[in-house]
């Protein structure tokens, strides 16, 4: 890194970030933004994955507190 890019990483937290994702992919900002988009797709899948298995019941507010004691789902 240079001064100026040390700099720019003192200034801002997150130029810190950015550059080291660039210098794990060689130097090429190509790659890199390549590799943070399958990062990103990767993070949407698991979280399609964990709505899913959300409990429909739970989502629709059906399960919740009623008088300081929790409800089950058949009450």
């Known amino acids: 890194m240079t001064q100026q890019e040390d700099a720019a990483c003192d200034a801002d ?3 810190a970030d950015v550059s080291a994702v660039i210098e794990a992919c060689g130097g090429d900002p190509r790659t890199a933004i390549r590799a943070l988009l399958v990062e990103q797709l990767i993070q949407e899948q698991r979280i399609e ?3 899913a ?3 429909f019941g ?3 507010g059906q399960i919740g507190v009623i008088c300081g004691r929790p409800t089950s789902p058949t009450s």
């Open 13 to 15: 937290p997150m130029e």
């Open 49 to 51: 994955r964990l709505a």
């Open 53 to 55: 298995a959300l409990s």
């Open 58 to 60: 739970y989502v629709r």
